[in-house]
Structures are given as C-alpha cells and as structure tokens.
C-alpha cells in the first residue's frame, strides 16, 4: 500500500468529513429588486489572462440576470496553493480554472465534481465538441472533471532570413537538421546561437523523449526515465550546450534573442509569443515564421497544454456553475476569449473561424495540434517534472557529465514520489 503525506491524509479526511456534513462553498441567493432570486458564483482564474474574465462574466450575465458571477484572479506561482487551502478548509471557488497538469492531483483528492451526469442538460459540455487531447487533460479514473477552455501547443519559431543564409529555405523538419542548423547559426561569431533552449521548460523534455520513442511510464506506472530513450533524449538536449549551439544564463528572453540580428534564431514556444512578437519585434516583420516541431525517430509529438474549468466537489450553486463553465465553451465564447487573450480556443467548431483557417502562424498550431499529446495523468507528475529540471541541470552545467547517472538517480527519485 503506497504512503500517504500527512498533508494529503490531512486533505483527503478534512474534504471526507466536509461532505458528510454538508460543508463546502455557501448558497449565495439572493433577490433583485423586483423579487427574483439570484444566485452569486465565485470564479477563480489564474494568470494575467485571469485579468480578462469580469468581461466574460459580463456577458455571462447579460444572458443570465438570476446569477451573478464574483471572479478573482490569482497569480500562478501562488494559485497551487490557495487551491489545496481551499480543498482543506471546504472554503473556495464554485468555478476554478485548472492548469491540466493539476487536473490528476485535484481530481485524486476527490474535489472536482464529476460533470458527466450534468451532459444531457448542457450539451455544449460534451466531450466530442473538443479536441480528444484536451478532453483527456480533463478526464481522471472515468471521471470528466475539467471542461477544456483553452489550448496551447508548442512549436518552432525561427528566423526565416538567418535560417536561409545557412542554407535552409525552411524550418528544420528532423532532430538531424535541428542539430545542423543550430550549429551553423552559432558559428556566425561570437556571441551569437542557434537555438535558444528554455532549460526551465518542464514539458520540454517529455515532449521531447516522446518523440524520440519513450513511453515516459509502463503500464503499471513505473517511471522509464533511465531507459534508452529517454537518456538519449537528455543526451540531445544537452548536445546544443555542449556544442554552443544553445546559451545558458544568456540574460535576455526570447524576444530579445530573437529580433535584430539574431542571437538565438530558434525556439520553441506556445501560441502567446506571436502577438509578442508582432508586438515587440516590428524589426523582424517579414522575417520570421513559425512551423511544426521537427520530427524525433518517427513523430512529432507536442505537449497539449492550457487550462480546463472545473466545478468544485463542495460547491451549493452547482447549476450555476456548470452553466457557466458551459458558457465558456461555446465556440462564440472561446473566440470572444482569443481576441482578448490571445488563446487558443479548445472547441474543434471555433477552428473554422477564419482568423484561425487564414493566420499562416495560427494554421501551424492547428496542424501541431494534430501530434499534440497531454503530459501524463499521473497524479504527482507536476513534482516529477520540476524535479526533473533539478537534475538536468546538473548535466547540462556539468562538462562531460555521467547523464545515464544523473538519470538514474532522477528515477529513484520519482519512484520515491510516486510511492509517498
């Protein structure tokens, strides 16, 4: 029998006695002025896209005046913990957006109610109105617990004008070329790169390692992190440091390496740095394009990221939520959300939007989107991959480093967290 932490102990009997007593998020009715009940939800958003859900929420209830929507938006780096406070303490959202790699923990401790009983009534819920990718980001044990809202992927952006003077009329489309190209833009002089790796990526990697044939987990959940595949993966990833292809502690962000005369030509990004770019690279205009991630031994996979709406296990405005939540999936809705957030709508109807079918960048996550996969449902992969982050960067800082060792070890060490 796995080990249990005390927190997780101290959550899963507080979230048991909250629902044998009836606790959880307040009715909120009240009445208007002419006498009809209305029912207040509370909406909790992360991010600074979180900063643009009052305007949804207006529009929500334009066509519901009997429920008035609360929102309050919360950082990212301190919403994972507000959440599991509110787990403990039954005192939370109605509606949480959910990043779909908390999907598997939240779900395990049972504080996401399960909409399927809710399907007949809102049809706009329904699971083939999505991409299946995302519908796996919020499905856990049977259970669809997070309607997706928005998606990214991620793929290559690169500078068409430097890639050309290197002898590439297009983007490197094998794990071969990407090597090659990186290599000939570094060797432009000093200072200069080819690829710009994010190593505080956490799905990099991962996606990576898919590609390149690893199954990241066997049948019975036991991590391969040390098996061929997944080292090989290390060992590549590495190889553009080793070869000053890549920067380490470069200092300027991506945009920065991006524009001018190119410090770092290639990244690899979700669909938020485009209207960055626009923004803040008008230099490059022209000059510059976006593409599918090159191909690792027979594929290439992307991570399917974003985030789903959930309704909390304890919530008493549960038909309030749930329309709601359903209101933010029309396709109508999610690109009245692109045009203010600049995300990609999860609904596969909103795709036949001609901003979306025309947009040569935006075409490029559409085509992505087909090869894009969820990070695993494991319900402690979120730690696994920031440790993750901890041991490759002792290869990639350590010249000549053991990478099967450091592998090893970061093995032991999600086979630990695994068996908490």
Known sequence: MRKKTAATVLASTLLVMGILSGCGSKSAETTDNSGNKVTTISVWGMGEEA?????????????????????????WDSAHDKLLTAVASKKGPDVVQMGTTWIPEFANAKALMDLTPYLDKYPGLKQDNFYPGSVQTGTFEGAYVGVPWYID??????????????????????????????KKLADRGQGKYGFALDVKEQSLSFMLARQNGSELFDAAGKPLFNQPAFV?????????????????????????????????????????????????????????????????????????????????????????????????????????????????????????????????NYKVFGEQLKTAVPMPSTKQFEEIAQSFLSSFEKVYRTKGADVQKEMDDFNKKAESIINK
């Open 232 to 360: 090989d993966t290390v060992k590549y990833m590495n190889s553009f440091v080793e070869n000053g292809s890549a920067p380490v502690d470069l200092g300027i962000d991506a945009i920065q390496g991006f524009r001018g005369d190119g410090v770092a030509p290639m990244f690899i990004s979700g669909p938020w740095m485009v209207q960055l770019i626009k923004d803040q690279a008008p230099d490059i205009d022209g000059k510059w394009a976006t593409a599918v991630l090159p191909a690792g031994k027979d594929n290439n996979f992307s991570s399917l990221g974003g985030s789903n709406m959930s309704v909390f296990q304890y919530t008493e405005n549960a038909e309030a939520s749930v329309k709601f939540v359903e209101f933010m999936a029309k396709p109508e809705t999610q690109l009245k959300w692109m045009e203010l957030t600049k995300s990609l709508p999860s609904s596969k109807e909103a795709w036949n939007n001609p901003v979306l079918q025309e947009d040569a």
């Open 51 to 75: 900063k643009s859900l009052p305007k949804m929420a207006e529009l929500f209830e334009a066509e519901n005046p009997n429920i008035k929507v609360e929102v309050q938006a919360l950082p």
């Open 153 to 182: 992927t991620r793929v290559l952006y690169y500078r068409t004008d430097l890639l050309k003077e290197v002898g590439y009329d297009q983007a490197p489309k094998t794990w071969a070329e990407m090597q090659d190209a990186a």
